[in-house]
Nanobody, 124 residues
Framework: VQLQASGGGLVQAGGSLRLSCAGF????????LGWFRQAPGTAREFVAG????????VYADSVKGRFTISRDSAKNMVFLQMNSLKPEDTAVYFC??????????????????WGQGTLVTVSS
């Protein structure tokens, strides 16, 4: 499956953005899906994940209560709604898909497929 992320941009602190990730070539309904981010000079970190059944979601503590991950099987997409954005949320955001569904949603090596990333910049 190929993934294409979009929706990044420049926003003031306290604002909102909605990231989208479209799947091509395979249906995403059978995949666990996740969002990760990477700020300059730092390692890629987990943001949010959603199980293929849509019954389970997990979040990094730093975004819990502010970000919401969701999926739309009909559109073959996964979304990340980001509210109350902070300057420390500035990063390139990546969507990812896990086909074998064996690993933990929080772990980057769980995911076999990655999108190209979309830049989110939050100004203070």
């Amino acid at each position: 499956v190929q993934l294409q992320a979009s929706g990044g941009g420049l926003v003031q602190a306290g604002g909102s953005l909605r990231l989208s990730c479209a799947g091509f070539g395979r249906t995403l309904s059978a995949y666990n899906l996740g969002w990760f981010r990477q700020a300059p000079g730092t390692a890629r970190e987990f943001v949010a994940g959603i199980a293929w059944t849509s019954s389970g979601t997990v979040y990094a503590d730093s975004v819990k209560g502010r970000f919401t991950i969701s999926r739309d099987s009909a559109k073959n997409m996964v979304f990340l709604q980001m509210n109350s954005l902070k300057p420390e949320d500035t990063a390139v955001y990546f969507c990812a898909a896990d086909e074998d569904r064996r690993g933990a949603l929080r772990v980057a090596t769980t995911y076999e497929y990655w999108g190209q990333g979309t830049l989110v910049t939050v100004s203070s």
